[in-house]
C-alpha cells in the first residue's frame, strides 16, 4: 500500500505575498491604500466616500491589516488607520524579478530567423 505524499510546507514568504495580492484585488481596498497615502486616517473618514456600510468598510481595512499594508491603532473611542511603509516591499521585489526579462520583439527575432541561413537537411545516402 502506497502512502499518500505529504501536502508541502507553506512558505511564509509566499503566504504573505498571496495575502498582499489578494488585498490588492479589490479596487475599493486599492482606493483606501490611495486616500491612506495622504495622511492616517479614522475609520469614519475612510468609509466617507464610498457608498457602502461602515461593517464592509471595516472587513476591508482588516483585510488590509491581515496582509500588512496598514496599522490599526486606537487612540480613545476612535480607530486610526495608518498605511504601512515598507507594506508593498515583498510584492515589488517578486515582480521586480519578472523586470530582468526584457520584452521579446518578436519582429527582430523573425528577421534574425530569416537572415540564418536555413540548415541543411541530412544526407541520407553518406555513410
Partial sequence: MTEAPLPPIPDPKEARLDAIFAALSDPTRRAILTMLL?????????????????????KHLRTLADAGLIQQERRGRVIW??????????????????????????????????AEPAPSAPDELSP
Fill in 38 to 58: 495622504e495622511d492616517d486616517m479614522a475609520v469614519t473618514d475612510v468609509a466617507h466616500p464610498f457608498a457602502i456600510s461602515l461593517a464592509a468598510v471595516s
Fill in 81 to 114: 488607520c495608518k498605511l504601512d511603509p515598507d507594506a508593498l516591499r515583498a510584492a515589488t521585489v517578486w515582480i521586480a524579478g519578472f523586470g530582468m526579462f526584457e520584452a521579446l520583439d518578436l519582429d527582430a527575432f523573425e528577421r534574425f530567423l530569416e
